[in-house]
């Protein structure tokens, strides 16, 4: 494709994206991150010739490098098992590829590529030199055994070794790769290394991970719902919380949103929401963390146990709500839920999780005045974090908890500046616009300082 300086931003959204789906037929949702992205990038650049000439928006959008492989393992009963595992190596301008691991029966190149994308933008938006990516596998954690979990582990790791690095790409966990997770991936590649390094985040404390690293991505999304309600001449205070998800990012983001004084109603899980209208306390907070990280077991146990109701099959929109804090998976919020939160008196929404909110239901958000945050910038909290457990592994020094917390808040009250300063539009900020644009400039620059590559 070469440069036309005659097509207008319709047109030249127009050719760009016709372009990408083109040469990646069937990758649904990598089309989706890029789109909303180029939409408003695309009007960024419109006049801006160094970056268009450059073709910064296509390189971006092609992978460095995409590495596929199979994961061959035993399961208990001493049966063959075959997965696939996957790293995509988006853009390490601004420094070492960095990003999760996702195990989840659904993961597909599609998911893994916008997955790395949005990661170069959030990584950007922190301020640290982290590049982007993602990797994973389309293994189902449920139901296996710990000991089939480590097979799986050491088999995944054996392939992504021969990729990695401290100064090359370091993975971290996401859906389905925790602690445990984590430990049997950073023990197989000490072993096949022999080296310990900072190659992994998201370690246990007895072996180099960080203090707040657990934390990180939920708090850092409340306190970036916090800082726009404050921009809105609003607080947290008795405010009521509808929350998806049941995992590392929705029971912090819980813990962090009862902090400061909000009720939080709902949790979800796979099967399910769970709706408390008395909110959660730190009682039944625990309760959950140990149902979920010890027991693996199902949400609607905290309906039996709390005597609350259990909805089946559903996610939690329905519910009456003044913010609303998505922390499960992507599309979890259609144009429908976003309505129906509008009309029960949503007024903010931040997402937790990687592109919950579909573009439509993005627009009725907008539409309505709810302020809303793109995961790229609300959630960037847990890669920020990962970044200073990088730098204190480099180090190998430990910073306290006081400072970690300190840092995280300080992240995280830049990316809502960086986003104000480059989505405000009139009274209002466009949270969308100024995040994309924030996290370009940063990488599209050093970009363009490396030339042709
Ligand atoms: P966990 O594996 O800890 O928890 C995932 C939660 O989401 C579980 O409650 C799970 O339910 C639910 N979930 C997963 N897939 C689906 C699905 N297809 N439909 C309905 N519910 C689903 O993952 P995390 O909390 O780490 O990640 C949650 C989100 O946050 C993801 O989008 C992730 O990319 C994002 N994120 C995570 C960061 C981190 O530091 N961990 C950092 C930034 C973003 P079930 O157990 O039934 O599957
Ligand atoms: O989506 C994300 O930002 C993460 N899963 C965390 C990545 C990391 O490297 O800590």
């Given at each position: 494709m070469?440069?036309?300086?005659?097509?207008?931003?319709?047109?030249?959204?127009?050719?760009?994206?016709?372009?990408?789906v083109?040469?990646?037929p069937?990758?649904?949702?990598?089309?989706?991150?890029?789109?909303?992205?180029?939409?408003?990038?695309?009007?960024?650049?419109?006049?801006?010739?160094?970056?268009?000439?450059?073709?910064?928006?296509?390189?971006?959008?092609?992978p460095?490098?995409?590495?596929?492989?199979?994961?061959?393992?035993?399961?208990?009963?001493?049966?063959v098992?075959?997965?696939?595992?996957?790293?995509?190596?988006?853009?390490?301008?601004?420094?070492?590829?960095?990003?999760?691991l996702?195990?989840?029966?659904?993961?597909?190149?599609?998911?893994?590529?916008?997955?790395?994308?949005?990661?170069?933008?959030?990584?950007?938006?922190?301020?640290?030199?982290?590049?982007?990516?993602?990797?994973?596998?389309?293994?189902?954690?449920?139901?296996?055994?710990?000991?089939?979990?480590?097979?799986?582990?050491?088999?995944?790791?054996?392939?992504?070794?021969?990729h990695?690095?401290?100064?090359?790409?370091?993975?971290?966990?996401?859906?389905?790769?925790?602690?445990?997770?984590?430990?049997?991936?950073?023990?197989?590649?000490?072993?096949?290394?022999?080296?310990?390094?900072?190659?992994?985040?998201?370690?246990?404390?007895?072996?180099?991970?960080?203090?707040?690293?657990?934390?990180?991505?939920?708090?850092?999304?409340?306190?970036?719902?916090?800082?726009?309600?404050?921009?809105?001449?609003?607080?947290?205070?008795?405010?009521?919380?509808?929350?998806?998800?049941?995992?590392?990012?929705?029971?912090?983001?819980?813990?962090?949103?009862?902090?400061?004084?909000?009720?939080?109603?709902?949790?979800?899980?796979?099967?399910?929401?769970?709706?408390?209208?008395?909110?959660?306390?730190?009682?039944?907070?625990?309760?959950?963390?140990?149902?979920?990280?010890?027991?693996?077991?199902?949400?609607?146990?905290?309906?039996?146990?709390?005597?609350?109701?259990?909805?089946?099959?559903?996610?939690?929109?329905?519910?009456?709500?003044?913010?609303?804090?998505?922390?499960?998976?992507?599309?979890?919020?259609?144009?429908?839920?976003?309505?129906?939160?509008?009309?029960?008196?949503?007024?903010?929404?931040?997402?937790?999780?990687?592109?919950?909110?579909?573009?439509?239901?993005?627009?009725?958000?907008?539409?309505a005045?709810?302020?809303f945050?793109?995961?790229?910038?609300?959630?960037?909290?847990?890669?920020?974090?990962?970044?200073?457990?990088?730098?204190?592994?480099?180090?190998?020094?430990?910073?306290?908890?006081?400072?970690?917390?300190?840092?995280?808040?300080?992240?995280?009250?830049?990316?809502?500046?960086?986003?104000?300063?480059?989505?405000?539009e009139?009274?209002?900020?466009?949270?969308?616009?100024?995040a994309?644009?924030?996290?370009?400039?940063?990488?599209?620059?050093?970009?363009?300082?490396?030339?042709?590559?």
């Amino acid at each position: 494709m070469t440069y036309d300086a005659t097509l207008s931003v319709e047109q030249e959204l127009e050719r760009f994206m016709s372009g990408l789906v083109r040469r990646n037929p069937g990758e649904e949702e990598f089309h989706q991150a890029v789109h909303e992205v180029a939409a408003t990038i695309i009007p960024f650049i419109h006049d801006k010739p160094r970056y268009r000439k450059a073709h910064i928006l296509e390189r971006l959008t092609e992978p460095d490098r995409v590495i596929i492989f199979r994961v061959c393992w035993e399961d208990d009963e001493g049966n063959v098992r075959v997965n696939r595992g996957y790293r995509v190596q988006c853009n390490n301008a601004i420094g070492p590829y960095k990003g999760g691991l996702r195990f989840h029966p659904d993961v597909t190149l599609s998911t893994l590529k916008f997955l790395a994308f949005e990661q170069t933008f959030k990584n950007s938006l922190t301020g640290l030199p982290m590049g982007g990516g993602k990797g994973g596998a389309d293994f189902n954690p449920k139901g296996k055994s710990d000991s089939e979990v480590m097979r799986f582990c050491q088999a995944f790791m054996t392939q992504l070794s021969r990729h990695i690095g401290q100064n090359t790409d370091v993975p971290a966990g996401d859906i389905g790769v925790g602690a445990r997770e984590i430990g049997y991936l950073f023990g197989q590649h000490k072993r096949l290394t022999n080296e310990f390094t900072g190659v992994l985040t998201g370690k246990g404390l007895s072996y180099g991970g960080s203090l707040v690293r657990t934390e990180a991505t939920g708090y850092g999304a409340v306190y970036f719902l916090q800082d726009m309600m404050r921009e809105k001449g609003t607080t947290l205070e008795g405010k009521t919380a509808v929350v998806s998800g049941s995992g590392n990012v929705a029971t912090y983001a819980a813990q962090k949103l009862m902090a400061l004084g909000a009720k939080v109603v709902t949790l979800s899980d796979s099967s399910g929401y769970i709706y408390d209208p008395e909110g959660l306390d730190e009682e039944k907070l625990a309760f959950i963390l140990e149902l979920k990280n010890v027991r693996r077991g199902r949400i609607s146990e905290y309906a039996d146990k709390y005597g609350v109701t259990f909805v089946e099959g559903k996610r939690p929109w329905e519910v009456p709500c003044d913010v609303a804090l998505p922390c499960a998976t992507q599309n979890e919020i259609n144009k429908k839920d976003a309505e129906a939160l509008v009309s029960n008196g949503c007024v903010a929404v931040s997402e937790g999780a990687n592109m919950p909110t579909s573009e439509d239901a993005v627009a009725v958000f907008q539409a309505a005045g709810v302020v809303f945050a793109p995961s790229k910038a609300a959630n960037a909290g847990g890669v920020a974090m990962s970044g200073l457990e990088m730098s204190q592994n480099s180090g190998r020094i430990s910073w306290t908890e006081d400072d970690l917390n300190k840092q995280l808040s300080d992240i995280m009250k830049n990316i809502h500046h960086t986003c104000a300063e480059y989505g405000r539009e009139g009274d209002h900020v466009d949270y969308v616009k100024g995040a994309n644009i924030g996290g370009f400039i940063k990488v599209a620059e050093a970009m363009l300082a490396y030339g042709v590559l």
